[in-house]
Nanobody, 123 residues
Framework: QVQLVESGGGLVQTGGSLRLSCSAS????????IAWFRQAPGKEREFVAG???????YYADSVKGRFTISRDNTKNTVYLRMNSLKPDDTAVYYC?????????????????WGQGTQVTVSS
């Protein structure tokens, strides 16, 4: 069982930055792939970025070059650094975990989810 807690969301102006954190319980955190998804009002949940247990990273095209995902297994935490934020990035951001090495982009592959953190980018 893995429990996930997101933090770091907030209100930021266009062009600003935020760093989201996803803190996980469980002694086998290092064996899990972790991903960030987001859901804007009226839209489906979409993949943002993922990092495998072997530190392989994968990004949605919409955030490549602006967002960076990283993990610190000593702290059981995954981070999402978001730069050059745009109003289209406004959403609730969720982290999710699945056993294994590959950070798949499909939400159905993930077993555990956090409660989400709101990110709002003003124009």
């Amino acid at each position: 069982q893995v429990q996930l807690v997101e933090s770091g969301g907030g209100l930021v102006q266009t062009g600003g930055s935020l760093r989201l954190s996803c803190s996980a319980s469980g002694r086998t955190f290092s064996n899990y792939a972790i991903a960030w998804f987001r859901q804007a009002p009226g839209k489906e949940r979409e993949f943002v970025a993922g990092i495998g247990s072997g530190f392989t990273t994968y990004y949605a095209d919409s955030v490549k070059g602006r967002f960076t995902i990283s993990r610190d297994n000593t702290k059981n935490t995954v981070y999402l650094r978001m730069n050059s934020l745009k109003p289209d990035d406004t959403a609730v951001y969720y982290c999710a975990a699945k056993p294994g090495t590959s950070p798949y982009s499909s939400a159905t592959q993930y077993n555990y989810w956090g409660q989400g953190t709101q990110v709002t980018v003003s124009s």
